[in-house]
């Protein structure tokens, strides 16, 4: 059974773009969670998508935003990129039940010039 | 809002020895998860075991056992037979069992297998 996958695995930008990131979650699974990881601030939530909808939001400015398609697949876009935005963003996915473990992907890099 | 605690940030163990990580939690809430995961340097989670509020007894998963004190609000993992390949962070989490779905995560604690 194939895992998560998020692409692309590395990305450069510079200040003031915009950039997605996108994840396909394991199949048959419908929850998908997005996490943003930084040695300051560790691991915090950003949101989840459970059947096409947010199901749950983290404490982040607008500028951080996503979507789930039908297939389940998730992007999220994060726009007018800031120095802080440089992380690593992991995504999960789950059956969607509360004690369902969350499975992640490999993550994507971002770094900002 | 919930708390994750993990007072070691770093640890070392002999190889085949066990080690215990520490995590102590805080909620109000009486319905919750547990879970510990695993991240090489790679960079990939990887879940390890869960544990439930409501669970009577300590959950294990071959070689990672959860030592689950309620009263105590702590949980913590028990790693048997360290091996090289456990070298790693560890990160505990807990999650509401109702309403907000989201993981709260603890710093970690990054263990390193002794060969």
């Known amino acids: 059974k194939a895992g998560v996958t998020q692409t692309p695995r590395y990305l450069i930008k510079t200040r003031g773009q915009q950039v997605t990131l996108s994840c396909s979650p394991i199949?048959?699974?419908?929850?998908v969670s997005w996490y943003q990881q930084t040695p300051g601030q560790g691991l915090q939530f950003l949101f989840e998508?459970?059947?096409?909808?947010?199901?749950n939001k983290g404490n982040f400015p607008g500028r951080f935003s996503g979507r789930q398609f039908s297939n389940s697949r998730s992007e999220m876009n994060v726009s007018t990129l800031e120095l802080g935005d440089s992380a690593l963003y992991l995504c999960?996915?789950?059956?969607?039940?509360?004690?369902?473990?969350?499975?992640f992907g490999d993550g994507t890099r971002l770094s900002i010039l | 809002a919930q708390k994750i605690t993990q007072t070691q940030p770093g640890m070392f163990v002999q190889e085949k020895e066990a080690v215990t990580l520490d995590c102590t939690y805080d909620?109000?809430?009486?319905?919750?998860?547990l879970f510990w995961y695993k991240q090489p340097s790679s960079g990939e989670m990887i879940f390890l075991i869960y544990?439930?509020?409501?669970?009577?007894q300590n959950a294990t998963e071959g070689r990672y056992s959860l030592n689950f004190q309620k009263a105590r609000k702590s949980a913590n993992l028990v790693i048997s037979a360290s091996q090289l390949g456990d070298s790693a962070m560890y990160f505990c989490?807990?999650?509401?069992?109702?309403?907000?779905?989201?993981?709260?995560f603890g710093k970690g604690t990054k263990l390193s297998v002794i060969p």
């Open positions: 544990q439930g509020s409501y669970d009577e």
């Open positions: 989490a807990m999650r509401l069992l109702a309403g907000s779905y989201q993981l709260t």
């Open positions: 199949s048959g699974h419908r929850s």
């Open positions: 998508y459970f059947s096409e909808t947010q199901r």
């Open positions: 909620t109000s809430d009486q319905s919750y998860g």
């Open positions: 999960a996915s789950s059956l969607g039940g509360p004690q369902e473990p969350q499975h």
